[in-house]
């Protein structure tokens, strides 16, 4: 049997009850109407047009979304290098997790796109990689790996019995911004720690995003100016190691994870509510803003169940890719039956980054550290500007002003780290402080 038509099997939609069909089966039925001819001659010719346009292959305005989308994710590049460089991975380890984070939602993303022709794009999680990393002060990189385990776990749960939209009511979105504030702080606020040691090289960099940010179409990632800029600096400043001398296909080393039970308690209902609210939630929004009747199940399973597989090669966190749903989703995609064809061309340009995972890998070495962590703390400004407009929103502010601060801070209590606490107090705040608004946020 097809292992496609499986996996549809397993999470249809429409054995979901009270839940309206897929975009597929929609495009089944009109199908049969044209063959039926129920339809007038003018309507008939419209429905044909777009019903025959998603199988038509990718036109120009698909390319054109799918393009900002590839290139942010190879921009945010640096997040992972940093998390290698955070536990001290080697070139194989770091290798692995690369082609994992890649890899693994570029198969995803044929697989989706190939059962419900929608623009559900799949790719790694940013928030919970860094949040990952912050737990590198605290626990082995095994016993992050066994909490990623679980935590996908959860997400393949959540999504096999459709229960991520009940978390949802109980778990106020604020919070979690709350969290992802603090975790992409201390991040953005190394990118001027860094300009102690290098001011031009980092300045210069900065320079360039500013001014990206001010001149260039909102589809083009000012990121990608400032990493070229800042590579070209560290060139003409003789702290650039030179290219590698040679391509090699990236050899996945399987690393045993370890599991223990402060780790897990710490990262996996973080981790779990990032994936299936913070991110597969978030996207599952405004796809249906664009008209789509998203797999909801689908999407949930199949994340959770890439996150905890990729965690057996490095930290993979997989999700929905919410940063740039709106791209390669959007109106500017074209035809609205055609864009899932976006989802396509990025899943394939995923699996290329993948199998130059053994190149990407020997960056760290050849690129100075702080130009990487410059570049990481740049990516996640935005994230930060996001989170913190999300904090201050009515009704809540207490509840996730806590959650922003214990997450920045060093708490730890019963072996736990701040991350966990961050959403325990916050949450325990909002509940006694502001009831009334959290009941607001729930109905």
């Known amino acids: 049997m097809d292992p496609c038509r499986m996996i549809e099997n397993l999470v249809r939609t429409q054995s979901i009850p009270g839940e309206k069909r897929s975009q597929h089966a929609q495009q089944s039925d009109d199908a049969k109407e044209l063959s039926r001819g129920d339809i007038g001659g003018g309507a008939v010719g419209v429905i044909r047009q777009e019903v025959t346009a998603s199988l038509k292959g990718p036109e120009l305005a698909q390319f054109g979304a799918a393009v900002p989308a590839v290139i942010f994710g190879l921009a945010s590049i640096s997040v992972p290098l940093s998390t290698a460089q955070a536990f001290g991975l080697t070139e194989g380890q770091t290798s692995s997790m690369i082609f994992a984070l890649f890899g693994i939602p570029g198969l995803l993303c044929l697989i989706v796109a190939r059962i419900y022709r929608q623009p559900v794009l799949i790719a790694w999680h940013v928030h919970s990689l860094v949040f990952i990393t912050a737990m590198s002060v605290q626990y082995t990189y095994p016993q992050v790996l066994g909490g990623l385990i679980v935590a996908g776990f959860l997400v393949f749960l959540l999504g096999a019995l459709g229960l991520s939209a009940r978390l949802a009511s109980l778990i106020p979105a604020p919070i979690v911004f709350g969290i992802v504030a603090g975790t992409a702080l201390p ?99 405004y796809l249906r803003s664009q008209q789509y009747e998203v797999p909801d199940r689908l999407t949930n399973v199949l994340t959770g169940g890439g996150t905890s597989i990729g965690a057996f090669f490095g930290a993979a966190p997989i999700s929905t890719g919410s940063a740039v749903i709106a791209l390669v989703a959007g109106p500017d995609a074209g035809d609205r039956r055609a864009r899932y064809w976006t989802v396509y061309l990025c899943g394939v340009a995923w699996i290329l980054i993948a199998l130059g995972a053994a190149t990407v890998a020997t960056i760290p070495s050849i690129m100075p550290l702080s130009l990487l962590f410059a570049l990481a703390g740049i990516v996640l400004l935005g994230v930060l500007g996001q989170a913190l407009q999300e904090i201050t929103r009515d009704p809540l502010r207490l509840g996730p002003l806590f959650a922003f601060v214990v997450a920045s801070s060093q708490l730890t209590l019963l072996g736990l780290g701040p991350l966990f606490w961050a959403l325990v107090i916050g949450l325990a705040v909002t509940l006694l402080l502001e009831r009334e608004s959290y009941s607001a946020t729930r109905s």
């Open 187 to 285: 991040f953005v606020v190394r990118v001027f720690n860094e300009m102690t040691t290098f001011p031009l090289l980092i300045g210069v960099t900065v320079g360039t995003y500013i001014i990206g940010r001010r001149s260039l179409p909102a589809h083009v990632p000012p990121i990608l100016p400032a990493l070229l800029i800042g590579v070209g600096a560290a060139i003409v400043l003789g702290e650039f190691g030179g290219l590698p001398g040679h391509w090699a296909l990236p050899v996945p080393e399987l690393i045993l994870p370890a599991f223990s039970w402060q780790a897990v308690v710490s990262i996996a209902p973080i981790v779990t509510v990032f994936i299936a609210l913070q991110s597969n939630l978030t996207t599952s929004i």
